[in-house]
């Protein structure tokens, strides 16, 4: 059931929640039955149950979580404070949020058979935490977290690739101000880097995981985006 597993990847501001909105209104034009496990969390504060997840067609989360340590991540570790939260402490929280995530839904859920759309994955720590300190991959992939998901790697990675430049402005036009540590230009741009890599396809070819990019940069509207990624999924479902 693992051909059912799509991870959306990249910059922040890349296009990611586009291309998530954009596949998850071409499963429901297909009359599926969708889990939004976004909105669950935030409603809920928890994770849906089996039940709740054997009742739906597709399941749609993200990382970090909504809820318990994704919340916490959210709302402090990330954001720009005097409190200045360490690389390896965000890289521990996020694993464990990781590790909560995929015992109590994505496991589940891609046992089931059900497909599995979910929005930043293991891809986003072994590429932002040694930017942001220098931790070694080797070091992140002992986290239980991170090790759980590259076990469970998805059968389609699918990064949005962006200039960093185009992020930064992106990022300057949102309604919302979220604060985040990683919103500046040099961190971008190492980031960018890294997505683009050999190194990064590579060990998720080597874990299963057909990797595939999309470029979101102008003149390409969200539209365009959309698109691009719902006949990217058409194809590869069409080849699973």
Known sequence: ????????????????????????EWAERKALKVLDVRSYCRENNNFPSADEISAADVVVSCEPSYCYVGKAIREELVR???AQYSAWTLAQAFSLDREMLYRRV???AVKAGKFVVQERGVASSLVYQPVQEHIQISELMKLPGNKLAIQNAPSLLLIARVSAETVVKRLGLRQKNDNSIFDNIAFQRKLEDRYASEWLRQLFEQHGSKVEYIDTNEPKSEEDTRREAIAVIEKFVGES
């Open 80 to 82: 720009s404070s005097d």
């Open 1 to 24: 059931m693992k051909s059912k597993f799509v991870i959306v990847d990249g910059l922040d501001g890349s296009g990611k929640g586009t291309i998530v909105d954009g596949l998850v």
């Open 106 to 108: 994505i496991i589940p």
